[in-house]
């Protein structure tokens, strides 16, 4: 299935974002734009096509499903430290594209360091959280003192699978419990690293309870697949990625 309603409003999609459907909002994380160049500067050199994977997928989001508001929770650039002159360029090309088709909202994350530098060119705010539909949506990277259901990014959840000749095939997925949301990476190039129990990343998952949250996988080909819940994931031949 290419989608899933975790209820009447909230429904995640295999392109990697969350859908209010109520109040016409989509939800994406973790763009890492310019991530390609920040590898170049260390003398690694990929194909640059994450922009353009991504630039597809947002086109499909919009045209599929009509949001009126896109929120980028977080991460939209890589570079901590200054704005690369390709990075720029890929960021405005995506605020752009975006800006021009919906209403968009920009939340900070940890990378975005200097996001609001290109973001007043554009005339757009940087956010510290939002809110809409009951849940406040923040990066995660700081723990949120707020009541009610919170959407992060940050950790960039994936489950990782074997099969029996032992290959590895690694999928984004959804941490969906009662309360809290974990946004996949919207990024290709956002890899998971092995936290299946605590101490997490994110302050915000250190404080709540996830045994119960379900894992939903996202595969562009299968669409959402439903691996049961965190604590359940410890008794089967798959661990959750969580970066």
Not at 68 to 74: A, F, K, Q, R, S
Not at 216 to 223: H, P, Q, W
């Amino acid at each position: 299935m290419d989608s899933l309603r975790l209820t009447g409003n909230l429904e995640i999609l295999k392109e990697k974002a969350l859908l209010l459907r109520d109040e016409g909002v989509a939800v994406i994380s973790d763009l890492h734009l310019g991530y390609e160049g920040v590898l170049q500067l260390e003398g690694i050199a990929i194909p640059r096509r994450q922009k353009a994977i991504m630039l597809e997928s947002l086109s499909h989001i919009i045209d599929e499903y009509a949001p009126e508001t896109i929120v980028v929770n977080g991460d939209f650039k890589h570079n901590f430290s200054r704005n690369l002159d390709e990075e720029w360029l890929e960021v405005k090309e995506v605020l752009r594209f975006l800006k021009d088709r919906t209403r968009l909202i920009v939340v900070r994350g940890n990378h975005d360091n200097y996001l609001a530098t290109i973001l007043h060119d554009m005339d757009i705010p940087l956010r510290r959280s939002y809110r809409a539909g009951g849940y406040t949506f923040a990066h995660g990277h700081w723990d949120i003192k707020t009541k009610g259901a919170v959407v992060i990014g940050h950790e960039h959840p994936a489950l990782k699978l074997r099969d029996e000749v032992g290959a590895v095939v690694s999928l984004p997925a959804f941490v969906a419990g009662r309360d809290l949301i974990v946004l996949p990476a919207f990024s290709p190039l956002a890899l998971g690293a092995d936290v299946s129990s605590k101490p997490y990343l994110s302050p915000v998952l250190n404080s709540r309870d996830v045994g119960e949250a379900r894992v939903l996988a996202a595969d562009e080909k299968e669409g959402i697949l439903d691996f049961g819940t965190m604590a359940g994931l410890k008794n089967r031949d798959a661990a959750l990625l969580l970066k």
